[in-house]
């Protein structure tokens, strides 16, 4: 007697790859994953152009400068103030080799005034100090003014040019060779001479408050 062969039952002994509709379900399936990449980012463009649209890129900064002192200039009505420098106040002096003081603020300015000169200035902004001042790296005839500046010893590196400071100070460039007082505590000395002490405070308080009973 022949024996039928086993008849399979139900469809989970069958792969899906041979259920009908198999391949429709999965061309539809890939259609939709694109469906929804596409949707993001077109989403993803769209915001980025209304962003733009809301804060717009600031505009560049190009133009003739003049120097103010030696960090900071004048470009197109805006007061700029070289990014990553740190040059002598106008009033400050520094020492020669010989012990000779020299106006070394003055020089600093002077030389950024020449630098300036030489063509077109452009500026990349980076933010503002506050004084209200643009932060930025510029560049005059495609040499980069802080780096120039550094370079020649007539400023210091406060960040972004440490080997134009180093080669300045071992050649004995400009402030480098004598002695000096370095930009920020020659201001915070000058601001302390300035500002009144707490004593000189008391007794200015204390004056007025005896001439104001002497008057009743």
Known sequence: MRRRPARIRGSAAIPP????GYALRRRRQRSRRWLRLLVVLLAGFGAAI???????????????????????LTL?????????????EL????????????????AA??????????GPTSCIRNGSDRYGRILATCSTAGNDL?????AEGLALSSSGYPAEEAAARAAGRGIWAGRF??????RDEAEDAVSP???????????????ARSLR
Do not use: K
């Open 17 to 20: 790859w041979l259920t009908r």
């Open 50 to 72: 209304v962003a733009a649209r809301l804060d717009p890129l600031p505009p560049p900064l190009a133009g003739t400068a003049r120097a103010g002192d030696g960090d900071s």
């Open 76 to 88: 197109s009505g805006e007061r700029v103030r070289l990014l990553g420098i740190d040059a002598p």
């Open 91 to 106: 009033d400050q002096t520094c020492g020669r080799a010989d012990g000779q003081l020299w106006t070394c603020g003055a």
């Open 109 to 118: 300015r002077n030389r950024l005034a020449v630098l300036v000169a030489a």
């Open 146 to 150: 802080g780096a120039m500046m550094v």
């Open 181 to 186: 007082v370095a930009p920020r505590q020659w």
């Open 197 to 211: 002490s707490l004593a000189e405070l008391v007794w200015t308080w204390f004056r007025e408050l005896t001439g």
